[in-house]
């Protein structure tokens, strides 16, 4: 935990496997979840209070390269199981499993930080599929699964419900009832990037060739920029319209202000 105003180190917590891929998930009381990366035999899914104290940790549980979500009611907390393609519901309170058994298709290799919609709908991806997980109280389900190599990316709500996702195949927008593909845009090898959705429903991603694009809601190509030789990562869009995003160019990662 840093400080706001200068940067310094408040407090640090050290867990088995002292690497993460995980960006934390904080709660309205602050508390934190988050997951670490396998390395030997450890790996897992933990939660600490605004002090730096844990609450609670799940280990053994193979590689957790997401980041994790938390529901409307902050009664659950999703974990994507990187090293099953699967979904674990745990309960924020004492990190008991809410669900017997967790839920997907499987698939590995890395998978993105999960999403949940107004509905409470679930989504993650891994490299065989963009799928879509219903919360049932006592287990969840699978609502649909898409295929497609989008390992690297991750679904982003646009603010029509529509769902959008970079694959290595191009951007795509979903329909979120059933999963079936609205358009795709191919031009578009997508590796390191989690699509923007802007107010007026523009959809900003970064290839791996190094290039910004922005596509309007029907999918037609608006903006192309050329940042950098390589991966250009996920973009962030501020309030008032500006986007931030990274890029490689050469052996330096540059960030962008546009």
């Known amino acids: 935990k840093l400080s706001s105003e200068d ?12 690497q993460s891929n995980s960006t934390p998930a904080i709660d309205s ?46 009664k659950t907390v999703y974990y994507l199981n990187t090293g099953s393609g699967q979904i674990r519901a745990i309960n924020t309170e004492d990190g008991s499993d809410k ?28 490299e065989m599929y963009v ?24 679904v982003v709500v646009g603010p029509d ?9 191009g951007l795509l927008a979903l329909n979120p009832e059933d999963g079936s593909a609205k358009w795709s845009y191919l031009n578009a090898n997508v590796v390191e990037s989690v699509p923007a959705v802007d107010a ?11 290039r910004l694009i922005i596509v309007n809601s029907e999918g ?8 950098g030789d390589n991966s250009v990562n996920s973009p962030t869009i501020a309030n008032n319209g500006t986007i931030y ?7 330096k990662i540059k960030l962008y202000k546009i």
């Open 220 to 227: 037609d190509l608006e903006i192309e920029l050329q940042l």
């Open 29 to 74: 009381e602050g508390n934190i979840y988050h997951s670490t990366r396998l390395t030997g035999g450890v790996g897992g899914m933990y939660s600490w209070d605004s002090e730096g104290n844990l609450r609670w940790s799940i280990s053994g549980t193979s590689s957790m390269y997401s980041a994790p979500a938390i529901s409307a009611d902050e």
């Open 161 to 169: 419900g529509d769902l959008y996702v970079g694959t290595t195949g």
């Open 200 to 210: 007026n429903g523009f959809v900003y991603v970064g290839t791996e060739d190094g």
């Open 99 to 126: 669900w017997a058994s967790a839920v997907g298709p499987g698939g590995s290799r890395h998978g993105s930080s999960l999403s949940i919609d107004s509905n409470g709908t679930i989504y993650y991806t891994n």
């Open 245 to 251: 995003i990274e890029a490689f160019e050469g052996n």
């Open 131 to 154: 799928v879509a997980i219903n919360d049932e109280g006592e287990i969840g389900s699978v609502k649909w699964q898409f295929e497609a190599d989008a390992a690297q990316s991750g």
């Open 7 to 18: 940067g310094s180190l408040i407090w640090s917590c050290a867990t088995g496997a002292d």
